[in-house]
């Protein structure tokens, strides 16, 4: 059996085993959130900053609208046949996919399912084709990369870069942040991702 199908079946396994495990336990539906926030009464020459759920923030940069680890639908796994297979989250986002504004910048900290949902990417990149930078952790573009960016950078610990006249920075922080736990990074040892900040 190759790596690819390898991966693909575990993760199959994995994600089918945690949906049962929920629905054997009666997992409640996830809740809505009393506050909504409203993009369209940002101005550009501020700061506004929006938790949208888990690791979902939605940032208007003095004008430039940024995206971090953009998750929207109730599951996050494997999807097949249009099922996605995998935990569900806890509560709806504050916005739904088709509410947020056009993001000009996605900052992705790492490839965890739960922060770069392949299903969220790929609506967000279908509807907003080619107009989107896109910076993710080092090694990890490649889950990522045949999606319709207008770019796609990867920044490893310590480095920076600088998009639209905002720079950011990759630190580095204590955890695992391949997609699939076997993987190992360029230290022999299990990579620890970066986290990209802005400055």
């Known amino acids: 059996m190759n790596r690819r199908r390898f991966i693909r079946n575990i993760s199959l396994i994995s994600a089918g085993f945690l949906f049962i495990s929920e629905k054997v336990q009666g997992k409640q539906p996830p809740v809505f959130s009393d506050y909504k926030p409203d993009p369209t009464l940002w101005k550009d020459n501020e700061i506004n900053i ?38 569900s989250r806890f509560t709806h986002p504050a916005l739904t996919i088709d509410e947020i504004p056009k993001p000009d910048i996605i900052l992705l900290s790492h490839a965890h399912m739960d922060h770069m949902d392949y299903e969220s990417l790929s609506t967000i990149t279908d509807k907003f084709s080619n107009e989107i930078d896109c910076v993710t952790a080092y090694n990890t573009a490649d889950v990522i990369a045949e999606l319709k960016w207008k770019s796609l950078q990867e920044i490893d610990w310590g480095e920076e870069t600088e998009l639209q006249g905002i720079k950011f920075k990759a630190n580095e922080v204590k955890h695992f942040g391949w997609r699939y736990p076997w993987e190992k990074d360029r230290s022999n040892g299990y990579m620890q991702d970066g986290e990209v900040i802005m400055q």
């Open 50 to 87: 929006a938790w949208i759920g888990h690791s979902t923030v939605l940032i208007n940069f003095f004008g430039t609208t940024i995206l971090t680890d953009p998750v929207f639908y109730e599951r996050i796994g494997v999807s097949i046949f249009g099922m996605t297979f995998g935990p």
